[in-house]
Nanobody, 117 residues
Framework: QAQLVESGGGLVQAGGSLRLSCAAS????????MAWYRQAPGKQRELVAI???????NYADFAKGRFTISRDNAKNTVYLQMSSLKPDDTAVYYC???????????WGQGTQVTVSS
């Protein structure tokens, strides 16, 4: 059974940091490149970062140098360490496999990140 549980969001001042966690079911986690996405109010969901099963990573331009994605394969968990946060980073953050779609994939509830100026 698919399961994705995101946590770690909250309210933080600009310049602050947060660490997001996502516990995934083995069916999603073990064979997939995992990703963090975000969706701001009134905007489409966008990709933030991806990490392969071998640990290789890639980031959206806005995340480079500020965000770090990692995974713990023993715990089926993926993390997103965010620093130097900006008000534009305010969004609901979701994790899922890379390439997940709204229509064909299960999505968790996400975790709200709010950055105040």
């Amino acid at each position: 059974q698919a399961q994705l549980v995101e946590s770690g969001g909250g309210l933080v001042q600009a310049g602050g940091s947060l660490r997001l966690s996502c516990a995934a079911s083995p069916t999603i986690f073990s064979i997939n490149v995992m990703a963090w996405y975000r969706q701001a109010p009134g905007k489409q969901r966008e990709l933030v970062a991806i990490i392969g099963t071998d640990g290789r990573t890639n980031y959206a331009d806005f995340a480079k140098g500020r965000f770090t994605i990692s995974r713990d394969n023993a715990k089926n968990t993926v993390y997103l360490q965010m620093s130097s946060l900006k008000p534009d980073d305010t969004a609901v953050y979701y994790c899922n496999r890379d390439g997940a779609t709204t229509d064909n994939d299960y999505w968790g509830q996400g975790t709200q990140v709010t950055v105040s100026s």
